[in-house]
């Protein structure tokens, strides 16, 4: 299935149900307290922040630690990006995503037209958040399947994030800094990339990449098969 970028988003493979099947005496927890301790994971890594320090000139300095579990976050790559990327090719948009997460700049002043008097920033930091919700993830993971998230098979996985997305809503995805979890986010990142709008066509396109006056009248390549 391909994806689009700006366009409806739909899983890996199929669409997650929900939770079926948290009553089976296998997964070692009721559905009632199931729900409990996935809203409770999620409800935390919402107000989740980097510990911060204050030097002797009065200024705050982070203490928390910088990038993300790429273990897990590889793992929930292969749960929300799609399947016809191959595992280099949602290995390398994981990569992309870290790159730009852990080099943001947080509050920063945006790119403003001529005429405008306007001076807009851009948001706070997501990513402590983030970070925190893919802790949670694995947490929830262990509570309820007695496994690390990584190490589930993609149907428990996708039932886990069905239940922590389930208050997610609207028919298009957010740009990246706008998303409320870590999924949709990673998610989000790659729509909007160059990988994403050659994957809609099915060709090598390059947005944004100036060709040569040699080979302006080629046609795109096609892009080569993905290492599954």
Known sequence: MTRTPNSKMSSRKSKPTGPTTMNSPNNGTSRRSFLLTAGTLAAGSLAACEAKSVDSTGTAQSTGTTGFD???????SDCVLPEELGIEGRRAATAAFVAWADGYDPVAEEMHGYGYAEIRYLPPDPAPAWRAQLAGLDILARRSRKKPFAEL????????????????????????????????????????SAAAQDLAMGRAIMPLTCRTLSNMKAEPSSLPAPRT
């Open 70 to 76: 790429r273990v897990g976050l590889d793992a929930l």
């Open 153 to 192: 098979d993609a149907a428990a996985q996708r039932e886990l994030l069905s239940v922590v997305l389930r208050r997610e809503r609207g028919d298009r995805l957010p740009a990246p800094l706008a998303a409320s979890h870590i999924a949709v986010a990673l998610l989000s990142h790659w729509a909007s």
